[in-house]
């Protein structure tokens, strides 16, 4: 499937409007109204930013219909029957960690949405990164797609810049531009990392095994040290040849002799100080995956290899995205929409890599989606930045993390796709405040509460309420024992009809099974009025706010339900809206494990840290943004017991850090190339 280069399209589309960008007002610069949630500032930002809305996918004002209610609608009330006890349930996956989904950053859009340099760090996206991390432990990022192939790490370049692009052909999809960078993009996600617990994949060029540029690896070793997870080498080795990038014929056995020949250079490179953390083969379904284990490439290569990858979108909207590129009349994305809002579709991605899932166990290795999102070539506005993608990301992470992928990052390519996690404003101009989150962004956040941080979350899809597509259930087993439930709702409730409840009963008197039901349980729910809303999604109350409303904080109180169970029937009934999803935390142990208080992630040193490396005239921290320091530090109190609501804000680390930044951040590197 094509994808080809968001970056391309960025670019073009970047030049087309430049003139016009600038000549935009930026709004809310100084005393502009702190996000305290979407009702009373959503509609005023859109209109606001009209120029950005119109110009930008990332910011698109379309809103489809939701889909009508299937027929016949699903039951409306049903039994989930559960044991309590991990060791009578079959088809558990396996162990599986709370940073199970985490981000891919095309390399090309690290100064837009990572940072400048190391010392001026994009404060939203660590922020942003800390509501993972918190819930996680960790956040796992990749840096790399199609760009990393031809990047070359240099000495120096121009202006002291971290990134250079060289211009690509817009009208050719499958063009990628070269780019260049020096070890400053290194430092600055070692200085993410000292902030954050953020852990990284990059990329080593695979364009040219002749001419070997080992160099990310070398240095990434040596500045990221244990912060680098692995490397991928190829992105995609089954597109080259319609890319361009390698002659007809190029195949599997080319393609495996190629990279023996890689793992030769890297084993005798002295510089790099760790093996055996390769990701491949990184195929995106052109070849099969079969294919590429006849070439004898697993036991080949096995010891050189810790993260077996796929890379795969349900869908790809490039007829719009290159309308003379022969792709055919665009699709309405009216016309996909419902595709998106069924378990159906989590199942099918997953379903052609069942086969090989149960080597990576065999091999000891990881399995994970290093690329994924709605839809590639941009995504589809409407579609992509919709709650119903929030819903899809939520079923589609755990119809993985069931099926034994260990892993799967979401793809984001900048101002002009629609799929983003999380995009910043398209303004020369900095402003942590008006940054864009994306509903998918929440599935990771609900993936991270559901999986926790203790690393031996194994995940059950129950095939609930006859095994209804609009209405999946999972059931998630922790430390071996029953801990939480996810319930999705992909309905849109209409004429009264749609939202459902699932009475939920443990044990059934079982041996072995202790206690059963318990007398009550907490309850988190991630909502929004219909699957087609873009701007008002809150999770346990709390949000990102709206387009244009972020600094990459959740605000408002987070809200957690109380439901009390019948202890003579042994059931719990959980209302689930519709649209909506549950986490339903089965014992307050169950909770504890995933709800720490915010406050313990980081420590103010690192504070300390970020001063020595980002020189600010302490004036500017007056006036930046309308902030006091006493409102930023108010949200990192109060934590308590393990139901205690979590408050808005960040660690006292990050807060700080935002409101240092805040003001000396001027120059985005967005528009910078
Ligand atoms: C940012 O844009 C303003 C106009 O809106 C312009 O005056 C200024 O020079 C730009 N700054 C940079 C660093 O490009
Ligand atoms: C980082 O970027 C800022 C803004 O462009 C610049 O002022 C500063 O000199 C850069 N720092 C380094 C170390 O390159
Ligand atoms: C690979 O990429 C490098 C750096 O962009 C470029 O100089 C080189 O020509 C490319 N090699 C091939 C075979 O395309
Ligand atoms: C996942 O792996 C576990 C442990 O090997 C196995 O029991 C289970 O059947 C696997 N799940 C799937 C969907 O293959
Ligand atoms: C979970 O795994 C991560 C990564 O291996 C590790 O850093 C962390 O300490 C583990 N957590 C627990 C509770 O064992
Ligand atoms: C936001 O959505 C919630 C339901 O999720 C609804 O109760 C509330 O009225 C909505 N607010 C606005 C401004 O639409
Ligand atoms: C912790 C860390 O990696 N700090 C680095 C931040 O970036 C500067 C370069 O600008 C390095 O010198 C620091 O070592």
């Not at 864009?436 to 991270?448: K, Q, R």
């Amino acid at each position: 499937m094509l994808k080809p280069s968001l970056l391309i399209l960025s670019l073009a589309s970047f030049a087309a409007t430049w003139t016009h960008v600038l000549a935009v007002t930026v709004y809310g610069q100084e005393g502009v109204t702190a996000p305290s949630g979407v009702s009373s500032t959503a509609g005023a930002s859109a209109t606001a930013n009209t120029d950005w809305v119109n110009n930008y996918a990332a910011y698109n004002n379309k809103i489809l219909t939701a889909p009508n209610l299937p027929d016949p609608v699903p039951s409306n009330a049903f039994t989930i029957q559960l044991l309590n006890n991990a060791a009578n349930v079959n088809a558990l996956s396996v162990q599986q960690s709370g940073n199970f989904l985490g981000f891919s950053v095309e390399v090309s859009v690290v100064t837009q949405v990572i940072g400048k340099n190391a010392s001026q760090i994009a404060v939203p996206f660590l922020n942003l990164l800390a509501t993972v991390a918190d819930r996680a432990g960790s956040v796992r990022i990749r840096v790399g797609g199609n760009t990393q192939e031809t990047a070359t790490l240099v000495d120096s370049l121009p202006n002291n810049e971290m990134i250079a692009k060289d211009k690509a052909d817009a009208t050719n999809p499958t063009d990628t531009p070269i780019l260049d960078f020096t070890t400053e993009m290194l430092y600055l996600l070692s200085n993410v990392s000292a902030l954050v617990n953020a852990k990284w994949y990059l990329g080593i060029p695979f364009n040219d095994t002749t001419n070997l540029r080992l160099q990310i690896a070398e240095a990434g070793d040596a500045i990221l040290g244990d912060n680098i997870l692995a490397y991928q080498l190829g992105n995609e080795p089954d597109l080259y040849v319609s890319h361009g990038h390698r002659p007809q014929g190029y195949d599997q056995q080319s393609y495996f002799n190629e990279f023996g020949t890689v793992i030769n250079a890297l084993n005798n490179d002295p510089k790099i100080t760790k093996r055996g953390n390769l990701v491949a083969p990184s195929t995106q379904g052109t070849w099969t995956l079969q294919s590429v284990w006849d070439t004898g490439f697993l036991t080949s290569y096995q010891d050189a290899i810790s993260v077996l990858a796929v890379e795969q979108y349900p869908d790809n909207n490039c007829a719009a995205a290159f309308p003379d590129a022969g792709f055919g009349p665009p699709v309405d994305p009216q016309s996909v929409f419902a595709n998106y809002l069924t378990h159906a579709s989590g199942r099918n991605i997953v379903s052609q890599y069942l086969d090989s899932l149960p080597l990576a166990q065999q091999y000891g290795k990881q399995f994970m989606m290093f690329e994924t999102n709605t839809a590639s070539c941009g995504g589809f506005p409407g579609v992509s930045d919709s709650f119903g993608a929030a819903l899809w990301g939520v079923d589609y992470g755990l119809q993985m993390a069931y099926s034994n992928f260990t892993g799967a990052l979401l793809h984001i390519g900048g101002q002009d796709v629609s799929y983003n996690p999380f995009t910043p404003p398209p303004t020369n101009l900095s402003n942590t405040k008006q940054w864009t989150v994306g509903p998918i962004m929440y599935s990771t956040l609900v993936l991270a509460e559901a999986l926790g941080t203790s690393n031996t979350s194994r995940v059950l899809d129950t095939f609930a309420n006859s095994a209804s597509d609009y209405t999946p259930a999972y059931a998630i087993y922790e430390k071996d024992v029953l801990a939480r439930m996810v319930l999705i709702n992909f309905m849109t409730e209409q004429n009264g009809q749609g939202a459902y409840t699932a009475t939920i009963s443990i044990g059934g008197g079982q041996t072995g099974e202790g206690n059963g039901t318990p007398s009550s349980v907490k309850v988190k729910y991630l909502l929004a009025p219909s699957v087609s809303e873009k701007d008002n999604v809150t999770w346990a109350g709390q949000t990102y706010g709206a387009r244009f409303q972020c600094d990459g904080r959740l605000t408002g109180t987070e809200v957690i339900q109380t439901i009390n169970c019948d202890t003579t029937a042994n059931t719990c009934q959980i209302p689930v809206p519709a649209p909506g999803v549950a986490l339903v935390f089965i014992s307050p142990d169950a909770q504890g494990a995933t709800d720490p208080p915010t406050t313990q992630t980081y420590s103010t040193t690192a504070v300390t840290k970020v001063k020595n490396t980002v020189t600010i005239d302490p004036s500017v921290l007056a006036t930046s943004n309308g902030d006091s320091a006493k409102d930023r530090a108010a949200g990192s109190t109060s934590q308590g017991s393990s139901d205690a609501p979590r408050t808005a804000g960040v660690a006292p680390g990050l807060t700080l850090l935002a409101m240092f930044v805040t003001g000396v951040w001027v120059v985005v590197a967005a528009m910078r190339r």
